[in-house]
């Protein structure tokens, strides 16, 4: 699949269609800053007909509700939406009247449906339209009309993809499409037909690309402490996830469930399904009992969840995966694809254009193996929380108002929200009159939202949204603080707790989150309730699993658990973490190498019980023999200046003899530890800080309401002998001796320790044990002060440690002292 001309071609699609669908507006005189009077009858000296003057008041209506900008992104949207699910339709002959659209059979951008439009059979066609257009040759005025009608006629059997057309939409369909230099001819010629073909996923790729400039919106306004909408939600987190991975999670949670229960399909082609490792007796003995549960289970009894579907690219895969089960059962595709549909899956998500997209995937899938399906009877179990929206004001009293109240911030709360329904609801629902705030389409989405969530489900499997909480708005953030308390620090943790809350007790769940779940201190109270779910399997991936993210930040991870506990189960592990990049990651997890089994009890025994599968038990022995650092010496953070450009220097741009600042007789500036790049034993002695009469300026620097800017803390280790270490690195852990003098900035933490014990803890803490210690208490970018003071320590006193530490500090000293960035430099070695 060609990414980057798919990547290309959405991105000038978007800006294409917004300018189209803009200068359409402006050609009926409504504009963002005009008058826009809904009563005009002509416009530009034109008498509008009575269609366009309807059409023309809905899209004033639309702006004043949703402003000018929204709307005209919404137009560009809706046709974007339509133009390639038409292509996709087209390229693999799944159009009713198997007539290209856009293209001939060659894949020359020139439409089919004009060339041969004489005999053009599509439901609602005006032929004598058709003919009096060709016969005036109004080739764009005839185009225009036949993707309208056909839209509308796809209409009765997609019905959540191509809404009937009419309205302020249509009033601003696109003009000159049938230029070369077209949006359509752009689709057309700079994709190749072969990525459309039988390849759904194409849509996902393209939604994602055509998010492109919103989302780098979202995170430019993220830098300037604006936080993320309910509107810009979809935008920030929406993120396509790779096939490989797809095909992992879907086929070790809902392929395990039926290959427990009935053995693997002999014709399905699993290629990511691993094996479950070697149990002891008694595990085995409870796994029996839960795959006898399994056994009772049938093709159209499963049910399996996307609570965050996207654009529905796990969806498409677990319907391949259940045309596996169904047909080893017997079922034939055709009759499979129905049942698959209505029965077995479910999805949501709080954007609806996601969720249009979703719901298109699906149903391409459906007719891959069903010709017929497309029928409005055959529809599947999704919904979206955007068609709930502006119901806060509703008319309706009662339980029924306690009902749809809950649904309020449903487009900010998505799947993560708990329903509850009051008695009678149906019978409430059938009685039910539309009322101000509140119409018959918006209480049934709420009923079908309620139904989805409500229910338990065999297989739960998604890529949730990753959002940090400094990026969440209000209104969500109290949400997932008061109902998430353990897991609020991002959505993605909020989410494998509700995952746990929708599966089954004997189902299976599925996700690809990132990976600080299994490590930071901020998550220990979730890793303690997740432990009433075994881990049956993981693919660790790490940094740059996905191709599109790029940097050391996103670290990921993809797991599948258990609904319940089963004691001492040994699970199954893949470390990917030190492989880079996308293919070459899948191209590993293949390979059968990287695998650790490990039991979840063992975790408990390393401080903080991070998920470190792969130590050794000698590993884990340290820790139970050994004493805590922190109760041995003292790791902790140094101040925060909240100004750095204000408080703190380069050495040499300190008017003063570099004598007077190694002897501390300047009374302003000191030297300061602020972390730098990896080193050990000796260095990165760079700036100085003002630290006159003990830091009064920084201790008291306050905003203009008088309120503490900077963090003054631990003040008391501050000039004094220590360690220091650099506390956010992409390297590995580098701990250095700090002379008396020094004030340690946040980023350059402290270990305060006596003197006669220092050396050796020195020597310990660059050792590449510790280094060992550190990849499982702190494998992200950052060495918090909680994960150094839990790094163990066997204190035994020794002359030969300490010469020896101390000759690496004054090798290291030297080392650093050869170069004009240290303030003894006299110099360089090779002069």
């Given at each position: 699949?060609?990414?980057?001309?798919?990547?290309?071609?959405?991105?000038?699609?978007?800006?294409?269609?917004?300018?189209?669908?803009?200068?359409?507006?402006?050609?009926y005189?409504?504009?963002?800053d005009?008058?826009?009077?809904p009563?005009?009858?002509?416009?530009?000296?034109?008498?509008?007909?009575?269609?366009?003057?309807?059409?023309?008041?809905?899209?004033?209506?639309?702006?004043q509700?949703?402003?000018?900008?929204?709307?005209?992104?919404?137009?560009?949207?809706?046709?974007?939406?339509?133009?390639?699910?038409?292509?996709?339709?087209?390229?693999?002959?799944?159009?009713?009247?198997?007539?290209?659209?856009?293209?001939?059979?060659?894949?020359?951008?020139?439409?089919?449906?004009?060339?041969?439009?004489?005999?053009?059979?599509?439901?609602?066609?005006?032929?004598?339209?058709?003919?009096?257009?060709?016969?005036?040759?109004?080739?764009?005025?005839?185009?225009?009309?036949?993707?309208?009608?056909?839209?509308?006629?796809?209409n009765?059997?997609?019905?959540?993809?191509?809404?009937?057309?009419?309205?302020?939409?249509?009033?601003?369909?696109?003009?000159?499409?049938?230029?070369e230099?077209?949006?359509?001819?752009?689709?057309?010629?700079?994709?190749?037909?072969?990525?459309?073909?039988?390849?759904?996923?194409?849509?996902?790729w393209?939604?994602?690309?055509?998010?492109?400039?919103?989302?780098?919106?979202?995170?430019?306004?993220?830098?300037?402490?604006?936080?993320?909408?309910?509107?810009?939600?979809?935008?920030?987190?929406?993120?396509?996830?790779?096939?490989?991975?797809?095909?992992?999670?879907?086929?070790?949670?809902?392929?395990?469930?039926?290959?427990?229960g009935?053995?693997?399909?002999?014709?399905a082609?699993?290629?990511?399904?691993l094996?479950?490792?070697?149990?002891?007796?008694?595990?085995?003995?409870?796994?029996?009992?839960l795959?006898?549960?399994?056994?009772?289970?049938?093709?159209?009894?499963?049910?399996?969840?996307?609570?965050?579907?996207?654009?529905?690219?796990?969806?498409?895969?677990?319907?391949?995966?259940?045309?596996?089960?169904?047909?080893?059962?017997?079922?034939?595709?055709?009759?499979?694809a129905?049942?698959?549909?209505?029965?077995?899956?479910?999805?949501l998500?709080?954007?609806?254009?996601?969720?249009?997209?979703?719901?298109?995937?699906?149903?391409?899938?459906?007719?891959?193996?069903?010709?017929?399906?497309?029928?409005g009877?055959?529809?599947?179990?999704l919904?979206n929380?955007?068609?709930?929206?502006?119901?806060?004001?509703?008319?309706?009293?009662?339980?029924?108002?306690?009902?749809?109240?809950?649904?309020?911030?449903?487009?900010?709360?998505?799947?993560?929200?708990?329903?509850?329904?009051?008695?009678?609801?149906?019978?409430?629902?059938?009685?039910?009159?539309?009322?101000?705030?509140?119409?018959?389409?918006?209480?049934?989405?709420?009923?079908?939202?309620?139904?989805?969530l409500?229910?338990?489900?065999?297989?739960?499997?998604?890529?949730?949204?990753?959002?940090g909480?400094?990026?969440?708005?209000?209104?969500?953030?109290?949400?997932?603080?008061?109902?998430?308390?353990?897991?609020?620090?991002?959505?993605?943790?909020?989410?494998?707790?509700?995952?746990?809350?929708?599966?089954?007790?004997?189902?299976?769940?599925?996700?690809?989150?990132?990976?600080?779940?299994?490590?930071?201190?901020?998550?220990?109270?979730?890793?303690?309730?997740?432990?009433m779910?075994?881990?049956?399997?993981?693919?660790?991936?790490?940094?740059?699993?996905?191709?599109?993210?790029?940097?050391?930040?996103?670290?990921?991870?993809?797991?599948?658990?258990?609904?319940?506990?089963?004691a001492?189960f040994?699970?199954?592990?893949?470390?990917?973490?030190?492989?880079?990049?996308?293919?070459?990651?899948?191209?590993?997890?293949?390979?059968?190498?990287?695998?650790?089994?490990?039991?979840?009890?063992?975790?408990?025994?390393?401080?903080?019980?991070?998920?470190?599968?792969?130590?050794?038990?000698?590993?884990?022995?340290?820790?139970?023999?050994?004493?805590?650092?922190?109760?041995?010496?003292?790791?902790?953070?140094?101040?925060?200046?909240?100004?750095k450009?204000?408080?703190?220097?380069?050495?040499?741009?300190?008017?003063?003899?570099?004598?007077?600042?190694?002897?501390?007789?300047?009374q302003?500036?000191?030297?300061?530890?602020?972390?730098g790049?990896?080193?050990?034993?000796?260095?990165?002695?760079?700036?100085?800080?003002?630290?006159e009469?003990?830091?009064y300026?920084?201790?008291?620097?306050?905003?203009?309401?008088?309120?503490?800017?900077?963090?003054?803390?631990?003040?008391?280790?501050?000039?004094?002998?220590?360690?220091?270490?650099?506390?956010?690195?992409?390297?590995?852990?580098?701990?250095?001796?700090?002379?008396?003098?020094?004030?340690?900035?946040?980023?350059?933490?402290?270990?305060?320790?006596?003197?006669?014990?220092?050396?050796?803890v020195?020597?310990?803490?660059a050792?590449?044990?510790?280094?060992?210690?550190?990849?499982?208490?702190?494998?992200?970018?950052?060495?918090?002060v909680?994960?150094?003071?839990?790094?163990?320590?066997?204190?035994?006193?020794?002359?030969?440690i300490?010469?020896?530490?101390?000759?690496?500090?004054?090798?290291?000293?030297?080392?650093w002292?050869?170069?004009?960035?240290?303030?003894?430099?006299?110099?360089?070695?090779?002069?």
């Amino acid at each position: 699949m060609n990414k980057n001309a798919i990547k290309n071609f959405a991105i000038s699609a978007r800006v294409t269609l917004i300018q189209a669908v803009t200068q359409k507006a402006f050609e009926y005189e409504v504009t963002a800053d005009g008058k826009n009077d809904p009563s005009q009858e002509s416009v530009n000296g034109k008498l509008l007909t009575a269609a366009e003057r309807s059409q023309r008041a809905q899209l004033i209506a639309r702006i004043q509700a949703k402003g000018f900008a929204q709307t005209m992104e919404e137009a560009a949207y809706t046709w974007f939406n339509r133009f390639i699910a038409l292509r996709f339709m087209e390229v693999n002959n799944y159009l009713p009247s198997h007539i290209r659209i856009f293209s001939d059979e060659s894949g020359e951008f020139k439409p089919e449906v004009l060339t041969d439009a004489v005999n053009l059979e599509i439901d609602g066609l005006d032929k004598a339209l058709v003919l009096e257009l060709l016969e005036n040759q109004e080739n764009e005025r005839l185009y225009q009309y036949i993707i309208i009608t056909q839209c509308n006629a796809l209409n009765e059997g997609l019905p959540e993809m191509f809404e009937r057309i009419g309205g302020w939409t249509e009033l601003l369909f696109p003009k000159n499409l049938l230029r070369e230099d077209s949006v359509i001819a752009h689709m057309v010629e700079d994709i190749p037909e072969a990525d459309w073909q039988d390849q759904v996923q194409i849509i996902g790729w393209l939604y994602q690309y055509y998010n492109t400039e919103p989302k780098d919106k979202v995170f430019a306004n993220l830098k300037k402490n604006v936080k993320i909408s309910a509107a810009d939600i979809p935008a920030a987190t929406q993120l396509f996830t790779p096939d490989w991975i797809v095909r992992y999670m879907v086929e070790n949670s809902l392929g395990r469930l039926w290959t427990e229960g009935h053995g693997k399909p002999e014709h399905a082609d699993w290629k990511y399904y691993l094996e479950e490792a070697e149990q002891e007796d008694t595990v085995r003995a409870e796994l029996k009992q839960l795959r006898e549960a399994y056994r009772e289970i049938q093709p159209e009894q499963i049910r399996i969840i996307d609570p965050c579907m996207g654009s529905g690219h796990i969806l498409v895969y677990a319907f391949d995966v259940l045309m596996d089960i169904y047909t080893a059962c017997g079922w034939s595709e055709r009759d499979a694809a129905v049942s698959i549909l209505r029965n077995n899956l479910y999805g949501l998500d709080i954007d609806r254009r996601a969720y249009q997209l979703a719901y298109f995937a699906v149903m391409m899938k459906a007719r891959q193996y069903n010709r017929r399906i497309l029928r409005g009877e055959n529809q599947p179990n999704l919904a979206n929380f955007a068609d709930v929206m502006g119901v806060e004001d509703s008319m309706v009293s009662g339980s029924l108002r306690q009902f749809v109240k809950q649904f309020q911030f449903a487009d900010t709360y998505g799947s993560l929200m708990t329903v509850t329904a009051p008695a009678g609801l149906d019978e409430m629902v059938a009685a039910f009159r539309p009322t101000f705030g509140l119409d018959v389409a918006q209480l049934k989405a709420m009923v079908k939202l309620y139904q989805i969530l409500s229910q338990k489900y065999d297989v739960v499997c998604t890529n949730p949204p990753y959002m940090g909480s400094s990026g969440m708005n209000a209104v969500l953030s109290d949400y997932v603080k008061k109902n998430y308390p353990d897991s609020k620090s991002d959505l993605f943790a909020c989410f494998m707790e509700k995952c746990g809350q929708l599966v089954k007790r004997n189902g299976l769940y599925a996700m690809i989150t990132q990976h600080a779940w299994m490590f930071l201190s901020s998550y220990e109270k979730l890793r303690e309730k997740l432990k009433m779910n075994s881990i049956v399997d993981m693919a660790h991936l790490g940094a740059r699993a996905f191709d599109e993210i790029g940097g050391e930040v996103v670290q990921t991870t993809a797991f599948v658990s258990c609904g319940r506990r089963v004691a001492d189960f040994k699970g199954t592990y893949v470390r990917l973490v030190d492989i880079v990049g996308e293919w070459e990651k899948e191209a590993e997890y293949r390979s059968g190498n990287h695998r650790y089994t490990a039991k979840q009890e063992n975790f408990s025994k390393i401080p903080g019980s991070p998920v470190a599968y792969w130590v050794s038990e000698n590993f884990v022995r340290a820790f139970e023999n050994g004493i805590p650092l922190d109760k041995f010496a003292s790791p902790k953070q140094g101040i925060k200046t909240a100004d750095k450009d204000r408080f703190l220097r380069f050495w040499h741009e300190i008017d003063f003899l570099r004598t007077s600042l190694m002897k501390n007789n300047v009374q302003k500036w000191f030297p300061c530890n602020k972390g730098g790049q990896f080193r050990k034993w000796y260095g990165n002695n760079e700036y100085v800080v003002n630290w006159e009469n003990n830091g009064y300026e920084i201790c008291n620097f306050r905003d203009e309401n008088g309120k503490l800017k900077s963090r003054p803390q631990n003040l008391q280790y501050m000039l004094k002998e220590g360690l220091t270490y650099t506390n956010i690195s992409s390297s590995t852990f580098g701990v250095r001796y700090s002379p008396p003098g020094y004030v340690y900035d946040a980023a350059g933490s402290l270990i305060y320790i006596e003197k006669d014990k220092l050396l050796y803890v020195l020597g310990l803490l660059a050792s590449n044990v510790v280094l060992a210690f550190t990849k499982v208490l702190s494998p992200t970018m950052s060495f918090e002060v909680g994960q150094i003071s839990s790094i163990p320590l066997i204190y035994v006193p020794s002359k030969s440690i300490d010469e020896i530490v101390k000759e690496n500090i004054d090798l290291s000293k030297k080392d650093w002292d050869s170069f004009e960035t240290s303030w003894d430099f006299e110099r360089h070695p090779l002069v």
